[in-house]
């Protein structure tokens, strides 16, 4: 059993940076992939970018490819997914979710989830 807590959520400008942590609890975390997924109002869930569980391979959606970094570390039972160059289209609440396979990119392949935090991007 995981337990994931986000946090670093909130109001920002677009062009704009926000990190956003995810707390783990359980001794397996390090076994986990682990991935960042958002939901806005009206939308689906949709994919941002997964690491492995060694945190060496990543992937990430086309739409924030080179603005948005995740990471973790493992040591703290935390991920992490930076952002920046915010922008409008990115205001959503989002996920963190963990994975006892390897990373994927479909809500439903992940095990466990957070309860979300809300990122706002105001233009």
């Known amino acids: 059993q995981v337990q994931l807590v986000e946090s670093g959520g909130g109001l920002v400008q677009a062009g704009g940076s926000l990190r956003l942590s995810c707390a783990a609890s359980?001794?397996?975390?390090?076994?986990?992939?682990m991935g960042w997924f958002r939901q806005a109002p009206g939308k689906e869930r949709e994919f941002v970018a997964a690491v492995s569980w060694s945190g060496t391979n990543t992937n990430y959606a086309d739409s924030v490819k080179g603005r948005f970094t995740i990471s973790r570390d493992n040591a703290k039972n935390t991920v992490y997914l930076e952002m920046n160059s915010l922008k409008a289209d990115d205001t959503a609440v989002y996920y963190c979710a963990a994975r006892s396979g390897g990373r994927h990119r479909t809500p439903s392949e992940y095990d466990y989830w957070g309860q979300g935090t809300q990122v706002t991007v105001s233009s």
């Open positions: 359980g001794r397996t975390f390090s076994t986990y992939a």
